[in-house]
């Protein structure tokens, strides 16, 4: 049931394995490799993308990724992304790490979100209840070369520029400041202690005092709305949102196909007991990856019910559950959610994850790039009752959320906000990757700038055509989708 190594009392210990040796190359080695690098793979080589001739089918790939899915709400997947080519891309990751598989790799790797687009970063409460502003969603994250994440990130605030049909010159201004948010950040990091990297974080009530300056009334206006809804966007709020008291219970409240607890999800009773002792189960078996003091904290919320959530846009169709804990009365409640972790989108195409279980991927991968994570955050393996083994990871539903409204984004704000992603993205590289080598690599000047601009924008272009793809696909009737959910 679980992947945690226990350590079990022996009659006689066992002989430690010696670990592996540590190469610590100094500044000017890794400075070295960086250029390098540059000699190797130029900079200016990745503004280019030309798709080859056996590009692999769009629609094809998120068939494939359906298969493994629940079947039911695949074609909610579908619907969600065509609302629009942004909307596709936010579900598209599978699609472009298979293109980006075949540009320029410069072979200076970091920890990667895998699915870097601008609206995976966001508001988050630390457990010292400050808000940061971090990187989010960790369902693809694996080592690889730091510039796939830099050019979906890139790719994503060109898709969502032209959603807000701005000039092709307001979009490449953004997409330039985000790269020059990353390449600046990267320098700056190249140049502290560890410790530092290690202790840095955007504080969001520096971030607006640092900002408040560049940005017009409406903008600081809508800013400040966003940070105050970030507070009130707790785990108490998930529950009054989600449950109510029912004969002196709080339950779960049903909005299929949305939320759907897992007695009407199953009407035969005994089924509906075995998904909720198989999930019981899990829950319990996941508190051993957690820090002891947080698994004392989690032993004193009874577990009362569950749920399966449609949640996202690229995940919808994987399995999601949301757990309601009970503490010490009806008012002390707390929701977890437990979601499927399925292989990388990046596995196929980089070197594969070192760790068993998929949870536990999202989980170091998660607590590599993340200045703090949630308190709850854990993994664990289930059994379900089609005696299909499937990992998940745990966390909070909510706990101070907040996101940037890009539907409303003008283009001045949405530069602003691609700046501060771009130098996030950077802090959550260099606490895993080289981050001399990968400064050098950069340099000062703008040429990888103007390079990631112009892949941006090529991009954009090639997932308009896929967004095309997709619905030429369901209006022939080959792919299903329920829009509206």
């Known amino acids: 049931m679980t992947d945690v190594t226990e350590t079990r009392a022996t009659g006689a210990p066992h002989a430690a394995k010696t670990p592996p040796k540590i ?5 000017a080695e890794r400075q070295a490799a960086g250029k390098a690098a540059r000699a190797k793979v130029p900079r200016a080589s990745h503004a280019t ?7 692999p089918d769009p629609v094809g790939l998120l068939e494939r990724q359906a298969t493994t899915r629940v079947p039911e709400l695949v074609p909610i997947r579908y619907g969600r992304m065509l609302v629009s080519p942004f909307a596709f891309y936010r579900g598209a990751a599978l699609i472009m790490a298979s ?7 410069t072979g200076l790797a970091a920890q990667l979100c895998g699915d870097a687009h601008a609206s995976n970063f966001g508001v988050f409460g630390t457990p010292e209840r400050n808000l940061v502003f971090d990187v989010n969603d960790f369902d693809e994250t694996l080592p690889g070369p730091f510039e796939w994440d830099v050019k979906r990130l890139a790719a994503s605030l060109a898709v969502a520029g032209r959603d807000r049909q701005f ?10 400041d985000c790269v020059r948010g990353y390449r600046e950040g990267m320098r700056e990091f190249a140049g502290v202690r560890n410790l530092d990297v290690w202790y840095s974080q955007v504080d969001v009530n520096r971030l607006t005092t640092d900002l408040g300056p560049q940005l017009d009334p409406s903008q600081r206006k809508r800013a400040e709305a966003t940070l105050a809804k970030a507070r009130t966007k707790d785990s108490m709020q998930a529950v009054d949102k989600l449950t109510a008291v029912v004969d002196g219970r709080r339950r779960i409240v049903s909005d299929p196909p949305l939320v759907v607890p897992v007695d009407e999800l199953f009407p035969e009773s005994e089924r509906a007991r075995g998904i ?8 319990r078996a996941y508190r051993r990856t957690l820090e002891v003091d ?20 690229g995940s919808v169709g994987t399995r999601a559950w949301i757990v309601l804990l009970i503490g010490k009365d009806l008012d002390d409640s707390l929701l977890l959610q437990a979601k499927e972790a399925e292989a990388s989108v990046l596995e196929e195409f980089v070197k594969r994850s070192e760790y068993p279980n998929h949870g536990q991927r999202v989980v170091a991968g998660q607590r590599l790039m993340q200045a703090s994570s949630d308190i709850f955050l854990g993994w664990q393996r289930a059994t379900g009752l089609d005696e299909v083994d499937r990992d ?11 996101s940037f409204e890009l539907e409303k984004a003008l283009p001045s704000g949405l530069a602003i906000y691609g700046r501060v992603c771009g130098w996030t993205l950077a802090r959550a590289h260099a606490r895993s990757g080289d981050r001399i080598a990968i400064a050098t690599y950069l340099g000062r000047s703008t040429v990888f700038d103007e390079a ?17 793809a997709l619905q030429r696909a369901v209006a022939d009737g080959r792919l299903v989708a329920k829009t509206g959910l």
């Open 276 to 283: 909720a002792e198989e999930l019981h189960l899990l829950v």
């Open 392 to 402: 998940f990871y745990i966390r909070q539903l909510r706990d101070w959320k907040g």
């Open 452 to 468: 990631i601009a112009d892949f941006a924008e090529t991009y954009a272009d090639q997932n308009e055509k896929d967004y095309e």
């Open 99 to 105: 293109d980006l598989n075949t540009t320029p790799r």
């Open 49 to 55: 993308f030309d798709p080859p001739a056996d590009r």
């Open 23 to 27: 190469d610590h190359p100094s500044a």
């Open 167 to 176: 000039s092709g010159r307001d979009r490449r201004k953004v997409v330039l």
């Open 294 to 313: 947080r698994r004392h904290l989690l032993e004193t919320f009874e577990m009362v019910d569950m749920a399966r959530k449609v949640v996202g846009v």
